[in-house]
């Protein structure tokens, strides 16, 4: 390609180099400090802070039994699950892209981390978590935050269902008191739970683990702005304190948080965990902007910045590793609980960080006596709270399509991973879509001249010679071959008229496909016209070749179908051999009548 004298100046002159490399440079910045925190989304927190520092110090509540929960659940202990609650909250709060979004430990993510913990130990899930942080931060400034609007929602609610029974079966083993269950699958170390139990039954975890959930479940119905998974973990601790119950409690937890460190990390081991921190990222990314954007539907004008958003969630993947924290996400529990105690800024989401580490430095040796079955009981309460049956049963009367793509989502998610599902069940609705899209796709016959201002014994000439076809919906891949080779069948005919005005899109396979049927039309002796395709629709028939030239192109396609059928009329009527051009008519040239082409 010939470049032109400006192009050429430009391309060996150093000063145009540097100009646009301070170009490329300045987009650069823009792009960054679009990303970053700005003052004004603080003001309203810091001018009134009442609200925030109130919703801040209920979500730390909600948050604690939550986090120690999740960080025994993922194999590193609840002194993990805390230090990501404080770390990654505190740096997703400021940098994050939802002013409401409350980040830490959150059961799906537990799920992934631990098969992790079992085949890389403690240091391959922190080494996991720092990978995805970086994974994250790129994915923010390539900009994929956006993606999300695409999540179909049946595989969301068969996610979500999905993650709601895998964390149920986690907190099985210590419901029941089971310290050691054997399994690579959640839902087989829970069957083997049940195993032992049933070999020597022990009531009184079990018992614990149900009262503490039943009290939550009822008292948030009755009472939903009390904490009363606190209230009741705090009442199962004190009486299991004050009876001398015999059930298994937390354990000593540090009394604070150590120097930042990258001892975890072995630079050998990296290409291992590569694959673990890409579904680590991918589980992040999702369930965090599916939170955010639960919490802009819980607020009234109010919209998160999905770039931003994954930016924070890097930043505080990244962090969180460095004081032995686990991965961490958008909470949708927490920050529900978080909008609907009222907050207004960023404030409640770094007030609530700030009350765990409060907790963390003051409260230790009362949180080590926490029995583990009453945070069993904690988690089975918010497994319950996280499906949404009223969308479960909406969705599978909306459609069939739709009922299979949740079931199956919700099955592997169950049965295999969390990634996996998602990944199958976007799968199953792209599959699905294309199928209903082919189905409505659709070629027919249609009238000539559907106002009939022809002889009657022309129109019976003209049905011997002339058929015409409509082709409607998309031409692409999975509805072509149905259609097209249909149209090749067409016999004892002289012109065949494709009218394309209602076609939606055409791909490289439909064109390849409407391609072979003209070609075989037409070694058969029969002219095939096209009247009324858009010009993107004929751009990839001439690049395949129907038009071996531009004459050619010119006599076969026609801007509307009373041309092509003036010009059809002209083929296998004599009479009609030197009619003038129709009136105002486009695409094809008046001399072209002249002498028409046969095939």
């Known amino acids: 390609m010939s470049m032109s004298t400006d192009q050429r100046d430009a391309a060996t002159d150093p000063g145009a180099e540097a100009a646009e490399a301070g170009t490329v440079v300045v987009r650069a910045a823009r792009s960054v400090a679009a990303l970053m925190p700005r003052w004004s989304e603080w003001k309203p927190g810091l001018r009134s802070p009442r609200a925030d520092l109130t919703a ?15 960080g025994i659940s993922s194999g590193l202990g609840a ?3 805390l230090a990501t609650a404080v770390v990654a909250g505190a740096v997703a709060a400021v940098f994050g892209g939802s002013r409401f979004q409350v980040s830490g430990p959150t059961g799906a993510m537990t799920v992934v981390l631990v098969p992790i913990f079992h085949e890389h130990g403690a240091s391959g899930v922190l080494a996991v978590g720092l990978v995805a942080g970086v994974v994250l931060l790129l994915l923010a ?25 895998v ?6 083993p210590a419901a029941l008191g089971i310290a050691h269950a054997e399994g ?13 139990f049933a070999d020597r039954p022990s009531l009184l975890p079990a018992a614990v683990a149900v009262l503490v959930a039943v009290a939550i479940l009822i008292g948030g119905r009755y009472l939903p702005k009390l904490p009363f998974s606190l209230v009741a973990v705090v009442v199962a601790t004190v009486v299991a304190r004050l009876f001398h119950l015999d059930v298994t409690r937390i354990g000593s937890i540090p009394s604070g948080f150590g120097a930042p460190s990258l001892g975890f990390l072995d630079p050998g081991e990296l290409t291992s965990l590569l694959a673990p921190a890409l579904a680590v990222a991918a589980l992040a990314a999702l369930e965090s902007l599916l939170s955010a954007t639960a919490a802009d539907s819980m607020s009234v004008g109010t919209r998160h910045d999905p770039d931003r958003e994954l ?55 009362l949180v080590a006596q926490i029995p583990l079955a009453a945070l069993a009981g904690v988690l089975l309460a918010t497994t319950v709270r996280m499906v949404e049956t009223a969308s479960i049963v909406a969705i599978t009367r909306a459609s069939r399509a739709d009922a299979v793509v949740m079931t199956v989502t919700f099955l592997v998610t169950v049965a295999l991973d969390l990634v996996t599902a998602v990944a199958v069940g976007v799968g199953f609705a792209a599959v699905l879509a294309l199928r209903a899209v082919a189905k409505s796709a659709r070629i027919e016959q ?74 075989k039309l037409e070694h058969r002796h029969i002219t095939v016209l096209i009247s009324g395709a858009r010009p993107e629709h004929l751009r990839p028939l001439s690049a395949l070749g129907v038009f071996t030239t531009k004459d050619s192109e010119e006599r076969h396609v026609f801007a509307t179908t ?31 009548f002249e002498a028409p082409p046969r095939g």
């Open 141 to 165: 400034f390539a900009g994929i935050g956006r993606a999300v609007r695409f999540m179909p929602a049946p595989v969301i609610e068969g996610f979500t269902a999905g993650i709601a029974v």
């Open 184 to 196: 690579e699958k959640v839902w087989q170390s829970a069957f083997d739970a049940v195993r032992q």
């Open 56 to 70: 801040g110090l209920v979500v730390a509540l909600v948050a604690l039994p939550l986090a120690l929960g999740f």
């Open 311 to 365: 930016l924070g969630q890097g930043l505080a993947n990244i962090a969180a590793p460095l004081f032995g924290g686990v991965p961490a996400t958008g909470a949708i529990a927490r920050t529900a609980v978080n909008v609907r105690s009222g907050a207004r800024s960023r404030l409640s989401a770094l007030t609530h960080a700030v009350v765990l580490a409060g907790i963390v430095y003051l409260a230790s040796p």
């Open 446 to 519: 249609v009238p000539l001249d559907e106002e009939g201002d022809h002889a009657a014994e022309e129109q019976e000439l003209l049905r011997e010679h002339i058929v015409a076809y409509r082709i409607d919906g998309a031409l692409f891949f999975a509805a072509a071959h149905r259609f097209l080779l249909e149209l090749a069948d067409v016999t004892d005919v002289q012109v065949v008229i494709l009218r394309m005005s209602r076609v939606t899109a055409i791909d490289a396979t439909g064109a390849i496909v409407l391609k072979d049927a003209i070609t």
């Open 562 to 592: 009373p041309r092509a059928i003036a010009y059809a009329r002209m083929l296998v009527l004599p009479e009609h051999r030197h009619a003038p051009a129709v009136a105002g008519a486009e695409g094809t040239r008046p001399e072209a």
């Open 167 to 172: 964390i149920a079966l986690q907190q099985v």
């Open 79 to 81: 002194a993990a699950g």
